[in-house]
């Protein structure tokens, strides 16, 4: 629920109130992201929906728009530790992107890290990295900070 509020009700729902929140947006019929099984097992997790169901966003200094055009945004991609360095990653972004042709996006758009090490702690990685996407297909259009590409996947 990080970018679906504003950070100061995202704060004050810490824990349970923001599970019951997604639990919610749940219930309420909308598709917050999609998630990844091995088996029957949830092994990953991609949040994915137009970029104004994001509005912590707009107050990213990094992450502004890049433009007017309507976009479909990826702002966490998760996959369990057992499971990393598997494509697990990859695999969801193509799916999610397959999600926004199939809503009638034109535009997904992702904000991974690129770290400037060969590791970062995998809690700082949360939007992803970058070469994960590069795998899926996107392209960087902007970079406002060293770390920090948005990336895109034109869908024709």
Known sequence: MLWRLPRAAFEAGKGEKNRRA???LIASGKIPGLLAYVGSQPVGWCS?????????LKNSRILQPVDAQPVWSISCLFVLKRFRQ???SVQLLRRAVAYVKQQG???VEGYPTE???DRLPDVFVWTGIASAYQKAGFKECLRRSATRPIMRFLIK
């Open 105 to 107: 996006g034109k535009i």
């Open 22 to 24: 997604m639990q919610a």
């Open 115 to 117: 770290p400037k090490k």
């Open 48 to 56: 994915v929906a137009p970029r104004e169901h994001f509005p912590a």
């Open 86 to 88: 598997q494509g697990i």
